[in-house]
């Protein structure tokens, strides 16, 4: 296999992009770009590196060119000739191509070949993908030399990314790969080619572009289609809109709280400790997590983690380690109040979770339960009726638990829900169809200082500006009265 860090020599660079014609080739053209390899965002580039422009519906790089030079990039790939380039240092590379995007998915591709030693794990489900990638580094990191895309680098942009991130040393990359139209799945898998693929879960999301659940499993089963030869698969079958894509699946396991799985989550509890749970071969597992859906993520990680050879004793402190992702699910401890912040995204499958998870954490101890929802966007027709079951959630008593006492909900989808639950009378609503400074302060006067509040919604909802407000006001209010106490958040 080529060295990987002749990748990053100029002509290398060009040929793998796919071609393009060089604006600025200086004299000494055989040196070798910083192995750093390449970013998109002048604001974070480092000196040496490749910066490449893409031009998206509310930015272009192509505007910040000389912002790249000035934080010292080696060499530039654009698809729109830059204008005056004369004060720009005598060493700068200019590469012109036809399209960037294009050029970046070529370039991950080429240099995820030259990886050869390097195995890559592709984690893709319709929630999950985040945590799980967590569990995984955490996981494999207790052996093995890992890296993983920052964040939610999931698409066409962040996937190449975390595979030009990868170093020759990493003997795992793992990257997450998401979708929101049909193809998209296929066109990154493509490019990842992984040796290990893990679908951790069906739901309804991205409606619009995808159609259905059956829509969304085949989607999401397309990354199946691009796993390396001798590769493996993990796959969860509690959604039996995947089980007809797995069929022809050659190597791999299943998993999931299915009868039929072979890794089968049974015993599964959430308590204010975490969540425990027991696989059908009887082995105990606890996370420092709260919801059974992580579970699921769990026995994926335990899954990978024992088919790359780690005993269950390296697994499960590696499971013990792991923190929640940002805006997912994260318990904030302000005085007496709880807040759980779940507000990074939203869908169906994972609202109910969410809000039956809560429910259980609220049945615990004393605090009144308090639900801010915000709209579930991208259902298409299914929206309203969606909706809907938010409240069924809400009332259900099939575990016997009380619902929330006050439910605070936003956006005009939420209004189905709204008018639901005030129908029962058996929880204080209050609905807004949307967000202002105003209407965050109202909402914020709402709560108690003893109060256990969920906050849920759709990205697009934005409602990390209600737990800033809500940290705020009784961070403001526990200073004043506990100066000495700490906040876990």
């Avoid at 002749?6 to 060009?14: A, D, G, Q, S, V």
């Avoid at 966007?377 to 929206?383: A, N, S």
Wanted: proline share 5%.
């Amino acid at each position: 296999m080529t060295d990987p860090e002749t990748f990053w020599e100029p002509e290398t660079l060009r040929t793998a992009a796919g071609g393009g014609r060089w604006l600025r080739r200086p004299l000494n053209a055989s040196a070798r770009i910083d192995p750093d390899g390449l970013g998109t965002d002048s604001r974070t580039l480092s000196a040496g590196q490749v910066f490449l422009a893409l031009r998206g519906e509310r930015f272009d790089g192509h505007d910040h060119l000389d912002d790249a030079v000035d934080r010292g990039a080696a060499m530039l790939i654009v698809h729109r000739p830059p204008g005056d380039m004369g004060r720009w240092p005598p060493n700068l590379h200019v590469l012109l191509v036809e399209d960037t995007l294009k050029a970046l998915a070529r370039l991950a591709a080429a240099y995820r070949r030259r990886l050869g030693l390097t195995r890559f794990i592709a984690v893709t489900g319709s929630s999950g993908k985040t945590t799980t990638k967590q569990m995984l580094l955490a996981v494999l990191g207790r052996r093995f030399r890992v890296s993983g895309s920052p964040k939610s680098f999931n698409n066409h942009i962040g996937v190449p990314l975390t595979i030009l991130a990868a170093q020759p040393r990493d003997q795992y990359v793992i990257c997450e790969v998401g979708t929101n139209h049909p193809g998209e799945i296929a066109d990154l898998a493509s490019i990842v080619e992984p040796d290990i693929a893990i679908i951790t879960s069906i739901g309804r999301v991205h409606l619009e572009g995808l159609g259905s659940v059956e829509g969304v499993a085949s989607e999401k089963a397309a990354i199946l289609g691009a796993i390396a030869h001798g590769g493996w698969a993990a796959v969860c079958i509690d959604e039996p809109a995947i089980l007809p894509h797995i069929e022809p699946m050659e190597r791999g396991i299943t998993f999931g709280f299915s009868t039929d799985a072979d890794l089968r989550i049974c015993q599964c509890s959430v308590t204010s400790a975490g969540t425990t749970f027991t696989l059908n071969d009887r082995t105990p597992w606890r996370l420092p997590l709260y919801g059974m859906h992580h579970a699921s993520n769990a026995t994926a990680a335990i899954a990978v983690g024992r088919r790359c050879g780690l005993t269950d004793a390296e697994i499960q402190a590696g499971l013990l380690t792991i923190e929640a992702p940002e805006m997912r699910f994260v318990l904030h401890r302000l005085g007496r109040l709880e807040l759980f912040d779940d507000c990074y995204n939203a869908n169906p499958e994972s609202m109910k979770a969410s809000i039956r998870t809560f429910r259980r954490l609220v049945a615990e101890g004393a605090g009144r339960g308090v639900v801010i929802l915000g709209d579930m966007l991208e259902l298409g027709d299914l929206g309203p009726a969606a909706h809907a079951e938010v409240a069924e959630e809400l009332l259900d008593e099939s575990e016997g638990l009380a619902p929330p006492r006050l439910a605070i909900l936003i956006g005009p989808l939420m209004r189905m829900a709204a008018e639901a639950l005030e129908r029962e009378a058996r929880v204080e609503v209050h609905h807004a169809d949307d967000l202002n400074d105003a209407t965050i302060g109202e909402l914020v006067d709402l709560l108690g200082e003893t109060d256990r509040v969920l906050v849920k919604g759709s990205r697009g909802m934005r409602l990390e500006r209600i737990v800033a407000a809500v940290r705020e006001r009784f961070d403001a209010s526990r200073r004043s009265s506990a100066p000495a106490a700490a906040n876990s958040g």
